[in-house]
């Protein structure tokens, strides 16, 4: 019989009469990362967890809802079982506690629309990543190359959408962790549909604030604002913060999940035009998975970087990194403030001279 090459938690046999191979236990769960995203993907885009939502069910009952055959009905809930998003008693099949909260669609954290733009915007650039390694360039087809990957058309639609519970979550770890009770006005620069922003307002009643970046993504801004009710507190303007001044007014800049876009000489730039705008004693925050000082991890922002790498020509930075970049800028006072959430382990606050 042949064995399972699956069954990774058994050690390899060494050389004859040498020390025991370490399992490749580590070897068999990266090489196949793509099946679990792909049976998280293909649940999400059956219906699984929206169906199993309004009660449990068999797998032939659970096919029948969804139109597919027996067969793949099985395997895909056997999969998803196995992987901890759904839980079965007696035959019966229904969402665990993560796919109750995050993968149904409808409800607050909803975090489907991410799954999505990952496997439809990021996966092909990921796919031919030793193409970037080798490049040192994006390897992420964009529709037309010739053009900035930020400008109108060039980034699908649900990109946004697939932010929304990404950044969401973010912003509200940020917000619990940060003393913001004297910031009254905080720019965010590069804020893309608002979300970030309308979380911090929402945590913090006292905050007003503006989110710049592109028009047209303010467009997408300005519709998610009046969704949030914030129209009163949160404004636009549409600007590109490498050509246009950035706005005045503010006693904080926030860049969230911006500054690993870009090469230490674009944000360098970016950071002096924060600080030029702001009044002395303001306050520039930047919200990132920052790579460890040692250049060792942690994974989600070594990671992270990697999709640099194949997206964008930037990468995950250090907070060591910003801090002397934030100091040259002339912020004589930086300090760091570490937290859990999925888009950003830290930020990295700098105070104007």
Same mark, same amino acid.
């Given at each position: 019989m042949t064995a399972d090459p699956t069954l990774s938690d058994r050690t390899a046999p060494?050389?004859?009469?040498?020390?025991?191979?370490?399992?490749?236990?580590?070897?068999?769960?990266?090489a196949t990362g793509l099946w679990r995203s792909q049976t998280l993907t293909?649940?999400?885009?059956?219906?699984?967890?929206?169906?199993?939502?309004?009660?449990?069910?068999?797998?032939?009952?659970? !096919?029948?809802?969804?139109?597919? &055959?027996? #067969?793949? /009905?099985?395997? $895909?809930?056997?999969?998803?079982?196995?992987?901890? =998003?759904?839980?079965?008693?007696?035959?019966?099949?229904?969402?665990?506690?993560?796919a109750d909260h995050y993968l149904v669609p409808g409800r607050p954290d909803y975090f489907g629309d991410y799954v999505r733009m990952l496997a439809e915007y990021t996966a092909p650039g990921w796919l031919r990543a030793a193409e970037a390694v080798r490049n040192d360039a994006p390897?992420?087809?964009?529709?037309?190359?010739?053009?900035?990957?930020?400008?109108?058309?060039?980034?699908?639609?649900?990109?946004?959408?697939?932010?929304? !519970?990404?950044?969401?979550?973010? &912003?509200? #770890?940020? /917000?619990?962790? $940060?003393?913001?009770?004297?910031?009254?006005?905080? =720019?965010d620069v590069g804020g893309g549909a608002g979300h970030t922003l309308i979380e911090l307002c929402r945590q913090h009643p006292q905050l007003r604030g503006t989110v710049l970046d592109l028009p047209h993504v303010c467009g997408l801004a300005r519709e998610q604002i009046e969704t949030a009710g914030l129209s009163g507190r949160i404004g636009t303007v549409g600007a590109d913060f490498f050509a246009d001044p950035l706005p005045a007014g503010h006693d904080a800049v926030l860049l969230s999940m911006i500054l690993h876009d870009w090469n230490e000489e674009q944000n360098r730039q970016i950071l002096a035009s924060c600080l030029e705008a702001l009044p002395s004693g303001g306050t520039v925050l930047i919200s990132e998975l920052l790579v460890a000082d040692d250049k060792s991890g942690p994974v989600d922002a070594a990671l992270m970087s990697m999709n640099m790498l194949v997206g964008t020509w930037g990468r995950n930075y250090t907070a060591a990194e910003y801090a002397g970049w934030l100091r040259d800028a002339g912020c004589p006072r930086v300090r760091t403030v570490r937290f859990d959430a999925p888009g950003a382990n830290g930020v990295v606050i700098g105070v104007k001279a």
């Open positions: 060494g050389p004859a009469n040498g020390p025991a191979a370490p399992p490749p236990a580590l070897l068999i769960d990266l293909a649940a999400i885009e059956t219906g699984v967890f929206a169906t199993l939502a309004t009660g449990p069910a068999t797998a032939p009952e659970l !096919a029948g809802r969804l139109g597919i &055959a027996d #067969r793949p /009905a099985e395997i $895909l809930l056997t999969a998803c079982t196995a992987l901890g =998003l759904l839980e079965q008693h007696d035959g019966r099949y229904r969402n665990g506690p993560v390897s992420k087809p964009v529709p037309d190359p010739d053009r900035n990957m930020f400008e109108e058309g060039n980034r699908p639609p649900f990109f946004w959408d697939g932010l929304r !519970a990404f950044s969401t979550l973010t &912003a509200r #770890r940020m /917000a619990a962790v $940060l003393d913001l009770s004297g910031v009254g006005r905080i =720019l």
